[in-house]
């Protein structure tokens, strides 16, 4: 097996190892804030500070690269540092209750400070090892073995907070799912500087800084781009944060439902992300993402429909699905658009464009949370929910529909693709393609 080979084999090993950090670590963020008694605007805060400090992380990042000139040193630092985050994450709000909220929101600040630092340099090694033509089939099984790992992470986690709830030692439950989580990073970094050492010196970046990247060396298709990726990050995190406090707060839902939730998503992302991978190979990302971005609008105003447990456990299938398309051309649209020289810094610009969308978008949901009413009349008909929070789903619906019908037409597929969509594109959809498959096993055509 070949260097690029064998890279293939540990990026697919990280997946696993950070998706478990994260299926049974990240995602319980903002129930162990909830456990600490934060407040609505506290979630909203956790949301979005992490990721501005984020961008800051991620473009210094790509400035040190400049003098360390291998790659690996970042990775191992940048590594151990995100796993060690986990002891203070545990241990400050134990011994200072009173202001647990806003210890766990730095530590949390650290934490993400320290894997932002790692993610230009790791995407830009990972696209080296792929095939411009099969980047797609490969980052769906990448992304597909994240689905499933946290799938699993995410569900014995929610087993074990839910027996901690039960008998009363919820933290227990925390430090279990959380020193896990801190474990599995380690094994990520292994796998991240695994691949550093067996690539050839790995040229960082280009010579000239990001202002002139962004003005001389990007094309407008790429700047269009960013701008709309960014802002559809903006308003989705309007909403993001706060789903959590509307399931666990005001729903009252266990931590095992909660956890029934996510996983819900999860796996419909693992279900859908090969068939996504293949379209966005064959028909280009921008299909991609006009097919996903015109659907993701509607997903949180289900919300304001039904506060039935089954409802919404398939309403989040059905967003994993879209999600899992709308994440994937993101992401490979990127990669296709920029030349080996400029990956690490037009990956960081890109990841510092959706991190400032992302936390200026949760820190306008906090305040619009406390603005907005706690239900709606209009004549006789009058609406009610559980709180106000879907009508800032809703609100978070609409602002996602203006940016994709404003902006998807603003910029074209960086590649040079073959196969056009036209009708094919439907029978191919993820979902659709196995029943199309079955319906013509059952009732073959008849050719005369």
């Known amino acids: 097996m070949d260097g690029k080979a064998t890279s293939r ?41 992490p990721q501005l ?34 002891l203070p994450i545990l241990s400050l709000p134990l011994f200072l209750p009173a202001h647990g909220p ?12 320290f894997g932002h630092a790692t993610a230009p340099v790791w995407n830009s090694l990972l696209v ?24 699993i992470a995410l ?68 700047r269009a781009f960013l701008l709309f990726s960014g802002l559809m990050h903006f308003a989705v995190l309007i909403s993001g944060p706060f789903f959590v406090i509307y399931l666990l707060r005001d729903l009252h839902w266990s931590y095992l439902q909660y956890a029934g939730w996510m996983a819900s998503s999860i796996s419909a992302q693992f279900l859908t992300l090969g068939p996504w991978g293949q379209i966005g190979d064959r028909y280009g990302n921008k299909t991609l993402l006009a097919l996903t971005a015109s ?27 879209i999600w899992a398309g709308l994440s994937l051309g993101l992401q490979n649209y990127v990669f296709d658009s920029l030349r080996p020289e400029e990956r690490t810094r037009g990956v960081a610009l890109a990841n510092a464009m959706n991190a400032v969308g992302w936390g200026l978008g949760a820190l306008a949901g906090s305040w619009l949370a406390t603005l907005l009413p706690s239900q709606l009349s209009l004549g006789s008909w009058q609406v009610s929910p559980a709180s106000n929070l879907p009508f800032l ?16 037409r603003t910029f074209e597929e960086p590649r040079r693709i073959v196969s056009s ?23 073959p055509r008849v050719v005369p």
């Open 9 to 49: 084999h540990y990026g697919i090993r990280d997946a696993a190892f950070q998706a478990a950090a994260q299926g049974g670590g990240e995602n319980y963020f903002s129930a162990f804030a909830l456990l600490l008694h934060a407040s609505p605007f506290q979630i909203g805060i956790l949301s979005a500070l």
């Open 128 to 151: 080296d090892v792929v095939e411009a033509d099969s980047r797609g089939a490969y980052f769906a099984r990448r992304a597909r073995t994240t689905a499933l790992t946290s799938f």
């Open 53 to 86: 400090v984020g961008v800051v992380a991620q473009l210094l990042s790509v400035k040190l690269l400049q003098f360390l000139r291998r790659p690996r040193h970042l990775l191992i630092a940048g590594g151990w540092a995100q796993a060690f985050c986990w």
């Open 421 to 443: 969509p036209n009708g094919h594109l439907l029978r191919e959809l993820p979902l659709v393609k196995p029943l199309t498959t079955l319906l013509s096993w059952r009732h």
């Open 155 to 222: 569900g014995i986690a929610g087993v074990l907070l839910t027996l901690g709830q039960k008998w009363d030692l919820s933290w227990i439950g925390f430090l279990v799912i959380f020193l896990a989580a801190a474990a599995a990073r380690i094994g990520a970094t292994r796998c991240q500087t695994r691949v550093s050492n067996l690539l050839p010196v790995h040229h960082i970046e280009a010579p000239h800084g990001f202002r002139h990247f962004l003005a001389k060396a990007a094309t407008r298709d790429f």
């Open 295 to 321: 659907a993701v609008p509607f997903l949180p105003m289900g919300y304001l429909l039904s506060e039935h447990y089954l409802f919404l456990l398939i309403l989040n299938f059905f967003g994993g699905v």
């Open 393 to 408: 789903f809703c609100l978070s619906g609409a602002l996602r529909l203006i940016i994709a019908l404003v902006l998807l």
């Open 102 to 113: 806003w210890l766990f929101i730095g530590c949390a600040i650290l934490y993400f400070g």
